[in-house]
């Protein structure tokens, strides 16, 4: 498959035309495309340049259909360089001018996870995992820090998949094999998991989950 890809982007570079490429693949989308529109029941959800869709998704199933697993609604409020969304087990930042009932997802690439021993989970009672609460202040640069309990670890060759649980919310974490390897991470234990207020999309959710608008 991967060279059928690589034999269709030199196509297109010879032709020098416009081709439309119907796929549900992310890395076809990925190395084939420069404007990407992602269609639901006959209706074009969200359209534009490549890395907006990939990034930038402006609703839920959006968000997941371009892999953007973590993606959880909350409540924003204002806060020194963006805003605080509250979610179901605490509060994480993001640089959005969006307030009120939102979506906020981060692509499972862009979180960080790293081993903590028990007693150095923050805000979890015994034997559960916790998240920073609800009101806790901190400077809008630093970095989110989330801790939980890793439920699942699945390798996937080049790439580890972990699914860690948080309390109400689970998050998705990808990370390199190498890295794996190197963390040495196992089902059951806590971790930290940390990704840049910048990494955190918002989205305004309108209750449904298609046609939520960025910002």
């Not at 699942?152 to 390897?181: H, M, P, W």
Request: with cysteine; charged share 25%.
């Amino acid at each position: 498959r991967e060279g059928l890809r690589e034999e269709l982007a030199a196509l297109h570079r010879q032709l020098r035309t416009t081709i439309l490429h119907v796929t549900h693949d992310q890395d076809d989308a990925r190395v084939l495309g420069r404007t990407l529109g992602v269609i639901r029941a006959g209706r074009i959800l969200q359209f534009g340049p490549k890395d907006d869709v990939f990034d930038r998704p402006n609703g839920a199933f959006v968000a997941r259909f371009v892999g953007t697993e973590n993606v959880f609604r909350g409540e924003a409020a204002r806060e020194d360089g963006g805003v605080r969304i509250a979610l179901g087990c605490g509060s994480v930042l993001a640089r959005s001018g969006l307030t009120g009932a939102v979506g906020l997802c981060v692509r499972p690439e862009l979180i960080s996870i790293v081993a903590q021993p028990p007693s150095a989970v923050l805000g979890a009672s015994a034997g559960g995992t916790g998240i920073l609460p609800v009101g806790h202040r901190r400077d809008a640069c630093a970095t989110n820090r989330i801790e939980g309990k890793v439920a699942t670890i699945s390798d996937r060759g080049a790439i580890v998949r972990y699914d860690v649980a948080t309390g109400r919310e689970e998050f998705v974490v990808l990370q390199a094999k190498n890295a794996y390897l190197a963390a040495g991470i196992a089902v059951g234990q806590g971790v930290a998991l940390s990704f840049d207020p910048a990494a955190a999309h918002v989205f305004r959710w309108e209750g449904g989950d298609g046609n939520e608008m960025g910002d």
